[in-house]
Every structure is written in structure tokens, then in C-alpha cells.
């Protein structure tokens, strides 16, 4: 499991997304998303402003990543 930290609160969902390198783009992020290819600590998550906080789990195409 890989571990990404941020330095705020929170951070959205499409802006983690391309801080993890895993969407090139915020329009790859948001096709990820909506898609009902990423996974929020276990659920599938559709909405591109939900609010990772530290200890969340995400989860896409196989590669899992720990906001911290």
C-alpha cells in the first residue's frame, strides 16, 4: 500500500486523485470518478468533492494509496 501525505485538512477526491499520479489530468479524474472506478475506504465514490482526510483508504484499478 502506497502512502500520499497532504498538508491541509482535507483534500478533494479528483485532487488527490492527480497528486497520487493516478489521473494525468482533472478531466481523467473526473471520467475515474465518475466511472465508478474509485473506491473510497471500501465504497465505490461518484462525487468528485468528497473530502479525503487523513487515514483514508482509495482504491483504483488495483492500486491502493493511504492519504496521510
Sequence with gaps: MMEVT?????IK?????KLADLAST??????LILEGLVKVNGEVETR???K???QDI???????IKVV
Aim: charged share 30%; no cysteine; glycine share 14%.
Design 58 to 64: 482509495v482504491e483504483v484499478e488495483g492500486n491502493i
Design 6 to 10: 497532504i498538508d491541509s485538512e482535507y
Design 26 to 31: 482533472g478531466g481523467h479524474a473526473k471520467f
Design 52 to 54: 479525503l482526510r487523513p
Design 13 to 17: 477526491l479528483d485532487q488527490f486523485l
Design 48 to 50: 468528485r468533492g468528497k
